[in-house]
């Protein structure tokens, strides 16, 4: 007798920028537009399992920044990272100060928006203590550490994994 163990999963709202946060990727259908969403197992790495998800779905490499909203909230803020070699269907990279409430199917969707760009703005004045929530962060990071190693004859390969998402980095000290 064989059983099959069946996963849970969380349903992910996606804000995918690129530009420096001034496009965004939404769904299209007859309706309006939508943010798109990932289908992840719940229990695991949030960041980890969207840039999986978003990579396995969409042929897209991206980095989770931050959460927005608060933890009832399943929609987080993404970043590309790397060139755009395909468009998902029924998809199209918009920009985003062209948006309006009124294009969306859900009014949610263009909340989420809103919310989101407030954050960006936010972290953009506070980035010594937020400087992980502000577009462009990985690239800053990894020209840095190119920069540093270069010299020692050692270079990045272009992969990266991430296993959280915050505008902040977090120590515990036990």
């Known amino acids: 007798m064989s059983s099959s163990i069946q ?3 969380d349903v992910i709202r996606v ?3 690129r530009r420096n946060g001034n496009e965004l990727l939404l769904e299209r259908n007859a309706k309006g537009f939508a943010l798109p969403n990932v289908r992840i197992p719940q229990y695991t790495r949030v960041a980890q ?3 999986e998800a978003i990579w396995n779905d969409w042929k897209l490499r991206s ?3 931050f959460q927005v909203g608060d933890r009832n909230t399943s929609a987080y803020a993404l970043e590309l990272c790397g060139a755009v070699s395909t468009r998902p269907a029924n998809m199209n990279w918009l920009p985003v100060d062209s948006l309006a409430e009124k294009d969306f199917q859900e009014a949610r969707d263009s ?3 809103d919310a989101a760009r407030k954050h960006f ?3 953009r004045e506070d980035q010594a203590v937020k400087p992980f929530g502000k577009l462009g962060w990985l690239q800053d990071v990894t020209g840095w550490v190119e920069a540093k190693t270069a010299p020692l004859g050692l270079h990045l390969n272009g992969q990266f994994q991430q296993f959280n998402a915050s505008p902040t980095f977090q120590s515990h000290s036990v």
């Open 15 to 17: 804000l995918l920028y």
């Open 49 to 51: 399992q969207m840039n």
């Open 121 to 123: 703005d936010q972290y």
């Open 63 to 65: 980095c989770c920044l």
């Open 111 to 113: 909340q989420t928006i």
């Open 7 to 9: 996963l849970e999963h």
